[in-house]
């Protein structure tokens, strides 16, 4: 949700409030409401996964239910840049943003972990233009389309592999690893009333449901 410094500053309560070009991203219909041309940039790094834990006791991997084993992800992080650009044009407004809405990125270095899930990363960009007309003093509307580009740069395990039938004994470890990406475009819609004392707000957007196209990799199977 960090998609702007000041709007993460107010915990995310923003959107009826949304005074700067990320507007773009909270409420396009607040672009009617900025003056003039406003340029707005940033960033925000997080730890994706520095306190991640995992208990398990499942069968399947050979673990004890009634003893669980605890397994401690390994420190990844996540950039997250944005820009906005906004102009008003007397009655009528627009904007565009860049951004990424949503980052994911995990490891595991524990077997039987990474029998499941190595290491994850998933990113998004996101490309969004909007327009915005003013209806009187107090009222705007807006609307907009997204472009989103999804990538998994990977999404990797390991595997075991048992060349004589013996469970016991396992000759070689392989490795697995998907990547791919994918688009998909969605619109926001929006509405604001705004006095000098008060303001609400109503934003809509629509799913994004990209599919992804990639490669599925193996290596390291032979003995």
């Not at 673990?63 to 840049?81: I, K, M, N, T, Y």
């Not at 998909?184 to 957007?205: E, I, K, N, P, Q």
């Amino acid at each position: 949700p960090e998609q702007s410094a000041k709007a993460a500053g107010l915990a995310g309560a923003w959107v009826a409030g949304a005074d700067g070009a990320a507007a773009n991203w909270y409420n396009p219909a607040a672009l009617a409401r900025i003056p003039g041309m406003q340029v707005q940039f940033g960033a925000g790094l997080f730890r994706a996964a520095g306190q991640t834990e995992l208990t398990s006791g499942d069968p399947a991997w050979d673990l004890d239910p009634a003893a669980p084993a605890d397994f401690q992800a390994e420190e990844e992080s996540v950039l997250a840049p944005h820009v906005y650009f906004a102009q008003n044009l007397g009655r009528w407004a627009w904007g565009v943003g860049v951004n990424r809405p949503f980052g994911f990125a995990i490891g595991w270095n524990d077997a039987p972990v990474t029998q499941s899930a190595e290491k994850t990363e998933l990113g998004t960009y996101a490309v969004n233009v909007n327009g915005a007309v003013a209806l009187g003093e107090v009222w705007s509307l807006g609307a907009g389309l997204t472009y989103l580009q999804a990538d998994l740069d990977t999404f990797s395990r390991q595997v075991p592999v048992n060349l004589d039938n013996d469970p016991a004994t396992i000759e070689a470890l392989g490795h697995a690893n998907l990547s791919g990406s994918g688009s998909d475009v969605g619109f926001d819609l929006a509405a604001l009333y705004a006095t000098r004392g008060f303001s609400a707000a109503l934003v809509y957007r629509s799913g994004i449901s990209p599919t992804l196209d990639g490669d599925l990799t193996f290596e390291g199977f032979g003995v």
